[in-house]
């Protein structure tokens, strides 16, 4: 199956700082990835939308500035978190999607746990 | 605005039994349909998708889906406590995004 690598899965940091998740597909070219953030008990939230080559569109609400999308090829989009606080303590998903024939598939990396100090 | 809705849980079923999950989606363009297991603290992973009306089986679980009515389902036959888990439903048009259902937890008791 379609295999998506997160990196780091765990990351603690100090308020202010900026962090730096890489989302990689492993064995296939992913058209398009997707940033999500996920809070305790609570439903998936989309973030942005982001294709190789283009400029992330992000969803309602969610800060550009702020989260720094950059899809550098077909397998590697990277998300940054800027002048981090404690409210963005989340759970943050990437998920690439694989085109087939007569449908997309989503697969999901394995999430980054972020806690901001 | 494109909706997808899933019953509320959470579901509780008995070990052995089976377990129902069901979804509804607002577009009626949609063309694939996806569930996903999430543990909790973990991803979803994706369990199977679906294209074409009727029934597809991969081990014990069984997807329905049904375009006429915008409803798609999961079923899971025998039932284990480690079933237990959250389950998303997603829809999607090619090309366009996926659109993910709140999902529905699912508890497995033995």
């Known amino acids: 199956g379609a295999v998506v690598s997160q990196h780091p899965s765990r990351v603690i940091c100090k308020s202010g700082t900026s962090v730096k998740i890489e989302c990689r597909s492993l064995?296939?070219?992913?058209?398009?990835m997707f940033w999500y953030r996920q809070f305790p008990k609570q439903s998936l939230m989309l973030m942005a939308t982001s294709n190789e080559g283009s400029k992330a569109t992000y969803e309602q609400g969610v800060e550009k500035d702020k989260f720094l999308i950059n899809h550098a090829s077909l397998t590697l989009s990277t998300l940054t978190v800027t002048s981090a606080h404690p409210e963005d303590s989340s759970f943050y998903i990437c998920s690439a999607s694989l085109r087939g024939v007569s449908a997309d598939t989503q697969y999901f990396g394995p999430g980054t746990r972020l806690t901001v100090l | 605005q494109k909706e997808v809705e899933q019953n509320s849980g959470p579901l509780s079923v008995p070990e052995g039994a089976i377990a129902s999950l069901n979804c509804t989606y607002s577009d009626r363009g949609s063309q694939s349909f996806f569930w996903y297991r999430q543990y909790s603290g973990k991803s979803p992973e994706l369990i199977m998708f679906i294209y074409s009306n009727g029934d597809k089986e991969d081990g014990r679980f069984t997807a329905q889906l049904n375009k006429a009515s915008q409803y798609v389902s999961l079923l899971i036959r025998d039932s284990q406590p480690s079933d237990s888990a959250t389950y998303l439903c997603a829809v999607n048009n090619y090309g366009q995004n996926f659109v993910f259902g709140p999902g529905t937890r699912l508890s497995v008791l033995p």
């Open positions: 064995d296939f070219q992913a058209t398009t």
